[in-house]
């Protein structure tokens, strides 16, 4: 019988809401005159804000007008870049008019249209690039696809219909009488939400996620994370994907914070100044890179004595319950903007030392865990439940346990609570594998809990390279140890057939080296010669650091990002194609 491991108690208070209504229903109330967007102006310095009022005024009158042409109770998509008319249109949709379903911006015309089709939607919100697309789909009468509204058009014509004006004519509705946001009924376990999941259409599975999974999974958001009125938001992963959506856009809106939105990733030093941010949700890349740039500029200023000065001083003041960080490293939060206080990171593997590092400076950086399927976080650490290379401890309601474990101790992770989704949409088959008889949620994750209570994920169980020996060996373990080596920007680790023994595999890696500063960082531009000193570190820093079984043995190299998701996971079953014909 598996141990069953409880959910770590929050250390905030905050509502709990049982639908997204309810949450606008408060929010309109409560933050009222605070700022929910920020935004920039022609002139430079001067910020646009919109307050609570007026954003979810908006909300509650498009959602009139969607109801008034016919769209109550129907599924209606949501397609563009992250922008508030695409947080307008979803909250419009769910709080209430019908079901949303978020596409994915970065797909091909013909995964978008194969979306449409599957997700049966009745009408879609989208911003300019996709307008084509969807007029054709209009015409070929794909799917149920019947109205289409633009984000962007002042006014409508007689094929494609205008979010403004829809909002205008929502607010005269309203005026002379109509309740039709008011009434609109919201069964909280019923799905309010599809997602697709990463990859192909054919490959993607559709998730059914209702009110309750969503507004549960805030609650502990809220408890655990601790994000209030007072804080703003950078706006930087695709709102299609859940964690952004979840995490920080509706837990947002739910406390009354601020977002604003990051104009690019070469932007993000900037808008991090510019917008006075406190808290970003991002991908491990992502943080792992700002804090190699930081580090790198401290040494190139010559102030790393300084600095590391500093951190001795500072730790030694924690221990004690003194924290002079944001004092001590005053120059350095100044580089973003002076307000930044916390990173919390999710999707992907997170290298301790960036975590540890961006903490030591005094902005709390967390790592966090979830699946579209949980809505989306399942565990995440905090101020005091923090173990480095953990996940934290499961979310206040959830239980979980570990499943067939193996002589060390992993196994794969499964979880129960009301985050859990309710299905796979029209896929009886999935959704009889990926529960356990008990109602546990099988996660396809791999790793241990600590006799504490902290989850260590040691790779997916799809991605693990299994020897002749039994022995198991796990991609992502390996790639943190390769990203570190100077020089390196990404990997990917893989197993391929042995050529002198089919049934066994070999270990081997893919490296992206960084071809900008190759003459800085390896002396040279000539790709052999970077190859060699590569293959000469992942010997020296990596193989030693393992047991002989884990060792790579055949290593490759390119300047070509590796081929990932839209949250920046690497695509491995499309990257083995790569490498191995």
Known sequence: MEKIFKGAKGIYEVKKFKNLKEIVQNSIVEYADRPAFKFKTDKPGVLRELPYKEYLTNVINLSTALNSIGLENQRIGVIGENRYEWEEAFLSITAGTGIVVPIDKSLPEEEILNLVKRSDIKAIFYSEKYEEILLNAIENKVGSLEILISMDKETSDEKIKSQKELISIGAALRKNGSKSFENHEINENEMGIMLFTSGTTSQSKAVMLSHNNICSNIYDIGCVVGINKDDTLLSFLPLHHTFEATAGFLNTVAVGGCVAFCEGIRHIADNLKDYKVTIMISVPLLFESMYAKLMKKIEDSGKMKKVQMGLKISNALRKIGIDKRRELFKEIHANFGGCLRMFVAGAAAFDKKTEKGFTDLGIETFQGYGLTETSPVVAVENVKNRRLGSIGK??????????????????????????????????????????TEDGFFKTGDLGYFDRDGYFFITGRKKDVIVLKNGKNVYPEEIEILINRIDGVSESYVYGKPDPKDPIDLTVCTKVVYDVENAEEKFGTKDEAV???????AIKEEVNK?????????????????????????????????????
């Open 394 to 435: 499961l979310f206040p309601s959830y239980e979980g346990k570990v499943l067939d474990k193996n002589e060390m101790g992993i196994g794969e992770l499964a979880v129960k609570g009301p985050c859990v989704m309710l299905g796979y949409y029209n896929n009886e088959e999935a959704n009889k594998s990926v529960f």
């Open 530 to 536: 970077i190859k060699e000193k590569i293959w000469k």
């Open 545 to 581: 650091k393992m047991p002989t079984y884990k060792y790579v043995k055949e290593l490759t190299i390119t300047s070509t990002p590796l081929i990932k998701t839209t949250t920046q996971k690497i695509k491995r079953f499309e990257e083995y194609k790569t490498v191995v014909k």
